[in-house]
């Protein structure tokens, strides 16, 4: 019996030693997965708002999904003035994307700012932009290229030019923008010590890359969208249009009318735009080497330009891709009557024999008053769009 106890007791005791041996081993692998694994990299995906009506196609490449982490680091970005390359010169001499494309002036750069009298925006070097600058607003939903001509589109064989991500580079290096470099870009974010986390938490490591600041700006970029005029809650049923306004909605979406929903859209095509080009009638001299014809080569496309979304349209000036008119009221004049005959202008300017619409005042401002149901003013002035 005594034998037996003592092997028993002998059995017990080693038994313990290996059990306590094998719990020690898993404490050791477990303390390694917690200590040494890096958190892992998990941006929070972003699921962007599709107003009612709006088309739920997006240009979103799949390469750059939208996320939380990534829409936070490039606002900030969009609104940092050492992305031109410069740190700590003064405000007037350093240049960030909202310098161009302010949010209250539908991220354009409006008529009374007094570094750009008039709205004719010039870059760094003071080389003045080709073009006048263009709304940011529900880039988003087009897909039949970027830029007055539709120069950057995503088939192109440039595979530089296919989407936002490009125009942020261009934007960069431009020599009538900000004409930085990459590497001064990167350099002057450097100096900012909060840019190595945001970027971890947009991108996993803390790397500062052009790649990622276009991807970050373009993800910023693609959440502008405006959708709650006064109009879109007509169409919902929540508001009135006043006597006017409807009248004025009749004219711009009927061709005995004023004729503009061909181009611009309206209730069926809620963007306000087809987002194609058109010869508008402005001119039959075509001498821009950036038309839309330098894209296509297509003779019908000489003088013709992508149709603007007149959505927050009032507060959006200069008008046209040279930002010939100022204001509204100049614009509806052409329109009514001051287009200009070429073999180019669009078959869709019906009213091109008898010069224009030909409306009387008390028309023209029906239709004024129908163009200011397009404001959006919680988009102007939206927290999510502003500087951080
Ligand atoms: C000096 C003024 C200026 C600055 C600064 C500027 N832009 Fe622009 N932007 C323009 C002009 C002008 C155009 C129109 C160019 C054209 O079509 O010829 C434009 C067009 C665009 C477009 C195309 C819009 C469309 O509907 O096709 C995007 C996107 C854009 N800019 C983004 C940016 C970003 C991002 C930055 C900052 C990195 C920036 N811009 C800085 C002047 C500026
Ligand atoms: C055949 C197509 C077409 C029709 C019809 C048309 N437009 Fe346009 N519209 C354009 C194009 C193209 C542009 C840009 C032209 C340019 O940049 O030179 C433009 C520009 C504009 C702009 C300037 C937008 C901006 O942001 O710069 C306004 C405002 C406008 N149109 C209003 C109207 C109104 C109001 C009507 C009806 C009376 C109308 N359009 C009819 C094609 C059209």
Redesign the pocket.
Known sequence: MGTINTFLVALRKSCTRVFLFFSFFWFLILLGGCVDKPEPYEPTPFSLEIPSFFPTYLNIPEDNPLTVEGIALGRRLFYDTRVCGYTGLDPDSMMSCATCHKQEKNFRIGTDDPRFPGGDAYGLTGQYTHH?VM?LVNLVFNHEGYF?NGSVYKNNPNVNARNIEDIVLMAILAPDEMNSTAAKTIAALQTDSNYPEMFEKAFGTPEITMDRIKKAIAQFIRTLVSGNSKFDRYLKGLETLTPDEMQGYIL?STEEG???F???GGAGTPLFTTNL??N?G?TDVFNDPMDRFSVTGNDWDHG?????S?RN?MV?GP????GHFKT?DE??EF?NAGLVYSPYI?P??HKIDQGG?MLTPIQINQ?KAF?HTLTDEEFLTNPKHSKP
Not at 304 to 308: E, H, M, W
Not at 319 to 322: A, E, F, K, T, V
């Open positions: 006048a709304p007055w711009f004023a004729d503009c061909h181009c611009h080009f058109y508008n402005r013709a330009y992508r149709a603007p007149l349209v959006s008008y046209m891709h040279d509204i614009v509806l329109y669009s869709l300017m619409m239709l163009l």
